[in-house]
């Protein structure tokens, strides 16, 4: 059998997966590759740092969890969330604009049945605002809450729940009526990632938290999840390895990932976490130091032939 050319770096005892009911809820969305997982070790990092970060930015910003935490927990003074996607840039621009109290209020009463989902679905959207109360239908009533073409409704869900299985109307206008109070600290961009990180990239004062698409080591799970899955991973690795600032990127734990990381510079530590059907999996945490992830052991090009420690892959779901 072939070796990895990759080792843990010594025989720390493994961390346990993150239980994700511990973390504040924060964004609105649901979908496979959120970032409740991360959090204790976004506070980790943040802490760690000799100087307050005056900006996060967070390129793929998706459901927002990481900026969301960072300003609610007063860990930077402001974040720049970027989107490329339509619909759910929507969402965030429509709560950043100012709109939040309607979109809450659209919520609380729309009436949630299949029928009047999909009665709400077939209408050509008169706004913004409209676009983004259509995307939590579907992000919230749709299997995994994928939002991309050619995802549908839930069939038996939670408990045979259907699409009510994760429609909280409470919960979300409480969500975003928390999101309108820190509403000064939040920027939002509909763009590209890539541009925003070249425009920042000399800013020592930013840091970024980096969270594309999984779609690097022949993974498709990034295809079928989101309608902008298509990135030059090598770009983004170099791109990054260019910043001022501090970055901190997480990723898929595939062959290639981590031979980017040591082509770009970087450390990566393997994170434990359950994926929805409570497997134990793990992503790795890339960064330029990550002395503060001190528990857990990096990942480096190994000099002799051993074998890497399988903890497994991938990620799990906010709710």
């Known amino acids: 059998m072939q070796k990895d050319l990759f080792a843990f770096e010594s025989h720390n005892t493994p961390a346990k997966p993150v239980n994700v009911a511990s973390v504040p809820q924060r964004s609105l969305f649901r979908y496979p590759g959120g970032k409740t997982w991360f959090i204790p070790r976004l506070r980790q990092w943040l802490q760690a740092r000799i100087a307050r970060p005056k900006l996060l930015i967070e390129p793929f910003v998706g459901g927002g969890i990481v900026s969301l935490t960072a300003v609610f927990e007063d860990w930077v003074d402001c974040v720049l969330m970027v989107e490329l996607d339509r619909e759910i840039a929507a969402v965030w621009e429509t709560i950043i604009a100012g709109e939040g109290e309607w979109l809450a209020r659209r919520i609380l009463t729309f009436e949630m049945t299949r029928e009047n989902a999909l009665g709400e ?133 595939s062959e290639e990932v981590r031979h980017l990381a040591v082509k770009y510079g970087f450390e990566a530590k393997p994170i434990p976490m359950k994926n929805t059907h409570h497997a134990e999996m793990t992503e790795l945490v890339i960064g330029k130091n990550l002395a503060w992830m001190g528990d857990i052991d990096r990942v ?20």
Request: net charge positive.
């Open 121 to 253: 679905l077939k209408k050509v959207p008169n706004g913004l605002r409209e676009t983004a109360f259509q995307t939590i239908i579907k992000n919230r009533t749709f299997h995994g809450g994928i939002v991309a073409a050619g995802s549908g409704f839930l069939k038996k869900g939670e408990a045979g729940k259907g699409i009510l299985s994760r429609w909280y109307p409470a919960t979300l206008a409480k969500r975003i009526r928390d999101i309108d109070r820190v509403l000064g600290r939040l920027r939002f961009y509909h763009g590209d990632a890539f541009e925003v990180i070249r425009n920042y990239r000399d800013d020592r004062d930013v840091v970024f938290f980096v969270d594309p698409p999984y779609t690097a080591g022949g993974k498709n799970a990034g295809n079928r999840l989101y309608t902008h899955f298509q990135v030059d991973h090598d770009l983004l690795f170099r791109e990054c390895s260019e910043l001022a600032g501090d970055v901190i990127m997480t990723y898929d734990n």
């Open 300 to 319: 480096s090009e190994a000099s002799s032939a051993s074998t890497t420690r399988n903890y497994g892959l991938t990620a799990t779901h906010p709710v």
